[in-house]
């Protein structure tokens, strides 16, 4: 965390962090940082605030006052602090190729070595957490940055939600063991339905959820199919079992069932109480 490169690379031979931005596609990179340049310590501290303020830069910061000041940070900010820092705390420093950090113009990749410790799936849902460097992350903990309680990757999938990008893509490679994380600025596109309805395309032939909206993402779809999916019929469910289930947080969940609502599935009891059953 705090060492210098060359008393790191004693312990760890194969210990290498790299951040590269790719801007032009007749240069190899714009700039670039590395552990072993002997330029700067090369230890995971120093990489960490000199990377983000590089990758920062370029962010657009909405205009906020709080207290006569202004607020320059914002959920984006927040996500990507995530992403850098789990990048960097569930790295196996054992591992060949180190710490790939690349900046394109419109794309951050974050890869390190070693597999997904909870599994892609739960990694994606949350609620788990085991880092592969856990004094790393109590270090990093102290400074306010990452919390240990599995909710990191899912933030960072619920930011891009929010802002309407193209989902985050998780890779796991093996042989040699890598993890890479796929952050995107695009915008979503929109499936264009005119005045057509969506439709749940399940095995039951049900009529289309009358929603209201002129345009309904696929992304959308598929979380209608994911709920009817995962649904019992005479069984409950409360809300925190379709957060869960979608990685989202409870605000959006409930936008999402409110669209089922009266269709597909049933809304039994008050606000506080209420539970979902499946409609037969």
């Not at 270090?139 to 309407?164: H, K, T």
């Not at 093996?174 to 796929?182: A, G, Q, S, V």
């Not at 439709?199 to 696929?218: E, L, M, R």
Request: aromatic letters at 10%; glycine letters at 8%; proline letters at 5%.
């Amino acid at each position: 965390m705090f060492g210098n490169e060359y008393n790191i690379v004693r312990h760890f031979p194969e210990y290498f962090l790299d951040y590269r931005e790719e801007f032009d596609p007749t240069t190899r990179w714009s700039d670039r940082v590395q552990s072993s340049s002997g330029e700067w310590s090369g230890n995971v501290c120093d990489f960490y605030f000199r990377v983000y303020n590089k990758i920062i830069k370029d962010l657009k910061v909405p205009f906020k006052m709080s207290d006569g000041e202004r607020i320059d940070d914002t959920p984006v900010h927040n996500a990507i602090r995530e992403a850098l820092a789990n990048c960097l705390i569930n790295a196996d420093y054992h591992g060949v190729r180190g710490v790939v950090i690349k900046k394109e113009p419109d794309k951050l990749i974050f890869a390190n070595p070693g597999y997904v410790r909870t599994g892609k799936k739960q990694m994606r849902l949350g609620g788990e957490s085991d880092p592969r460097n856990k004094t790393l992350m109590k270090m990093f903990n102290l400074i306010n940055i990452g919390e240990r309680a599995g909710s990191g990757v899912p933030n960072i999938f619920n930011v891009w939600e929010d802002e309407g990008w193209i989902e985050p893509v998780i890779e796991e490679k093996f042989d040699p063991d890598r993890t890479i994380l796929t952050l995107e600025f695009k915008k979503k596109p929109l499936i264009k339905t005119g005045d057509k309805k969506p439709a749940i395309k399940t095995g039951d032939k049900k009529p289309a959820i009358k929603t209201g909206d002129k345009k309904v993402t696929k992304k959308t779809q598929e979380r209608y199919e994911q709920i009817l999916n995962f649904m019992e019929p005479d069984k409950e469910y409360n809300i925190q079992d379709f957060c869960q289930l979608l990685g989202l947080k409870e605000s959006r969940t409930k936008e999402i069932l409110k669209q089922l609502d009266g269709y597909y599935i049933q809304a039994v009891g008050g606000n506080r109480n209420r539970k979902y059953v499946r409609k037969k």
